[in-house]
């Protein structure tokens, strides 16, 4: 594997909860609670979990979307964490975001042209003939037709907005992309479509992605590594097809088991491990393993002592007491 | 999606729901008193009888057009399927493709204008339903047919309480005391799995999780004890853990209560799982028809392959890129006079462009509209 692009040492994103008489803080929700991680050069690390598990929070504490409350984020040797504003804006420029619901990431007011140019004009300084021409360039790339540069988001299908979006995250050459549920919203055709046009992009231009999904089939298919996320913190982290074959983590066997498909024919075999229950509220989590409230193998331990991320194998790190 | 807001605006039921009358009027048969019991079960002939017989459940050719500012769209064509009790019938297509039309004029909940249903019939246990009278039909939904929508957020008022919308039918339709209905609310939130019934019936929509929520709206479908439930992408805004307690739980309560389940979904891998037999759905119209084994193992439609194709699989190999169909599905303004799927098809010849195809028979239950099927095993399984 080549250098990493990002180091993220125990980031930490609480949110804070307002209550009681003088809307004094009264608690915090803990959407990120430490995480560790490295993202390499050109390969993209699928993040994955229920929702509420802090995944989106995840990717936007990265590019300082969201104010990361504690924690270090160093993208390409620099604090990302310790930069000002303005060094902060000049450093954005390498990273950019594909939100999930391109029907509310894009402003239904601004034509395809305006949409795409708009960090480049922020950014840029092109003349106009130049700029028209990058935005045709940009058009091309993602395969959407020229001739549609004037047209409105809402003269466009699902599809075709999620590319409109991927066009304005690609507009100023970024390094790394953080794709939030690019395809969630999408039907699952044109899905596959999205996902190959990411991929040949990526080979294109050289990027790193964060892909964000809850669809364990389709990150299986887009990331070298994936990291599974619960309640705020990472209990594996694997190559892909490691992960897919043999999960370590309970949560991340229940996760895989639960995908319609995975097991397949199941009529007749053994039922799944279906988990009991609901994520429990970021607000309040339980104590020891987080997990320990819906986990098949809960042991003592589990509710006194957090487990750590640890090596099972190469290539593989998981946090659970079952490793030890 | 124009049939929810429209049919929202009709709606001028005190309570405000989106579809009114499901789930919510004509509670009659109570599950508990061995009399109406045994009244339920004539109503719902056993799966032994059935098979000999006639089909629980049979649409035959239905017919919808939605009349819009931009034209007629001719939203299902010729639509054609049974089902029987205590079968699944899986129905999968695109978003678009006419999997919510379908389901939603089987029991006439689309606004009337701008949907028009043209023709076909609906036959439960030899009734017509397209000829019913609307009052009738609020006695018929939710009682015998029960529905369960897609978003288990939008589809809850609000501002009553969870028990209050599980009782209202109760009483408005059986005359229910406050206490008696009360009581049934909460063996029906201890029916779906919820822990804590007792307690968590007086509890607001917001108060539950999405998957709670998707129980709760299953409850009020099997309030009545319906000889059908359809459920239009129960799972689709559910987490994959939660979605496979839903599928559990449908499938356990199916077995207990002995339903016919029609399961609308554009997800293949949940209908491999959970339906006897599954209807592929493009332009409005049926194009593939077959148990689930048999039209897995051998799609003959070009759609069905391209569809199965496109979908990652989280166990197996690894594909190295995604199949996709290029293209949009056709938004039909006139009734379709060739194959739809021609455009997107890499099969079509000639003969495509001018002919319809009609459904013909394959093997054994297994159907294909199309001039061209294929007839090869197809190499994704």
Redesign the interface.
């Known amino acids: 594997m080549s250098e990493p692009l990002f180091e993220i040492r125990d980031l930490k994103l609480h949110f804070p909860i307002y209550g009681g008489l003088l809307r004094h803080q009264i608690g915090s929700v803990k959407a990120v609670d430490g995480v560790s991680f490295d993202i390499f050069k050109g390969e993209t690390l699928g993040l994955v979990g229920e929702s509420g598990c802090g995944k989106s929070s995840c990717g936007r504490g990265l590019l300082r979307l969201s104010e990361p409350s504690s924690g270090e984020v160093v993208f390409d040797g620099r604090q990302v964490t310790a930069l000002s504003h303005k060094e902060m804006r000049a450093i954005r420029t390498r990273m950019q975001m594909v939100f999930q619901d391109p029907q509310a990431s894009l402003n239904p007011r601004m034509t395809v042209s305006e949409i795409i140019s708009e960090p480049l004009n922020e950014h840029a300084n092109l003349k106009r003939r130049a700029l028209i021409a990058r935005v045709c360039e940009l058009m091309d790339a993602v395969g959407l037709n020229r001739a549609f540069l004037n047209r409105y988001p809402s003269s466009f299908s699902g599809g075709q907005r999620q590319r409109i979006g991927i066009a304005r995250a690609l507009a100023l050459n970024p390094d790394f992309i953080v794709c939030d549920e690019p395809i969630a919203a999408l039907d699952v055709s044109i899905q596959a479509q999205v996902v190959n046009l990411l991929k040949d992009l990526q080979e294109q231009f050289s990027l790193t992605y964060l892909f964000i999904s809850h669809d364990l089939s389709m990150v299986r298919h887009i990331a070298d590594r994936v990291a599974v996320m619960y309640l705020g913190k990472i209990v594996e982290l694997a190559d892909t097809e490691l992960l897919y074959q043999r999960p370590s983590h309970p949560y991340s066997k229940a996760l895989l088991s639960a995908v319609p498909g995975a097991v397949a024919s199941r009529r007749a075999d053994a039922p799944r491990e279906v988990l009991k229950g609901d994520l429990p509220s970021p607000a309040n989590p339980p104590k020891g393993c987080n997990f320990c409230t819906r986990c098949p193998h809960v042991m003592d331990i589990c509710r006194t002592t957090e487990p750590e991320l640890k090596a099972v194998a190469p290539g593989q790190y998981s946090a659970c007491h079952l490793n030890d | 999606m124009p049939p929810r807001g429209l049919a929202s605006e009709r709606n001028n039921h005190w309570l405000p729901h989106p579809y009114p009358g499901v789930g919510f009027t004509d509670l009659r048969p109570l599950l508990k008193e061995t009399d109406k019991m045994s009244n339920s079960h004539l109503e719902k002939p056993t799966t032994a009888g059935i098979h000999a017989s006639a089909p629980l459940f049979e649409v035959r050719d239905l017919e919808t057009v939605i009349h819009t500012r931009s034209g007629t769209v001719h939203a299902v064509n010729s639509v054609s399927f049974e089902i029987n009790a205590g079968e699944t019938l899986g129905v999968v297509g ?2 678009g493709s006419g999997k919510s039309v379908t389901m939603m004029s089987l029991i006439r909940l689309l606004a009337s204008p701008p949907v028009e249903l043209r023709g076909g019939q609906v036959l439960l246990g030899g009734e017509d339903l397209l000829k019913l009278d609307e009052g009738a039909l609020r006695d018929l939904r939710g009682k015998k047919v029960g529905f369960v929508f897609q978003d288990p957020m939008t589809s809850l008022n609000p501002v009553f309480t969870v028990g209050f919308q599980l009782m209202e039918p109760l009483r408005q339709h059986l005359g229910m005391s406050r206490r008696g209905a009360h009581d049934r609310a909460v063996e029906l939130l201890a029916l779906v799995g919820i ?1 804590d019934p007792a307690r968590r019936v007086d509890e607001y929509p917001h108060q539950f ?4 929520r998707q129980r709760v709206m299953i409850a009020m479908a099997l309030a009545c004890d319906p000889a059908v439930l359809i459920a239009d992408e129960p799972t689709t805004a559910l ?7 839903i ?2 739980l449908m499938r356990e309560l199916q077995s207990k209560l002995g339903m016919a389940v029609i399961w609308v979904t ?5 209908v ?2 959970i339906a006897d037999r599954v209807l592929v759905m493009y332009a409005g119209q049926v194009i593939e028809h077959g148990p689930v ?1 048999a039209l897995f193992a051998q799609p003959a439609h070009p759609y069905t392959r ?2 199965l194709a ?7 190999a ?2 190295e ?6 293209g ?1 599905p056709p938004i039909l303004t006139e009734a379709p006079q060739s194959c739809a799927f021609r455009a997107r098809c890499g099969h079509a010849r000639a003969r495509c462009a001018q002919e319809l195809p009609r459904r013909q028979p394959l093997s054994n239950g297994h159907d294909v509209a199309c001039h061209y099927p294929l007839r090869e095993v197809a190499e994704h399984v």
């Open positions: 695109e978003s822990p999780s999405g998957g709670m987490d994959v853990t939660i979605q496979a307690q599928i559990e554009h997800d293949l891998n949940v491999r799982e084994d391209a569809l496109t979908m990652p699989r989280a166990g197996g690894k594909q890129r995604l199949r996709a169909i290029e949009m």
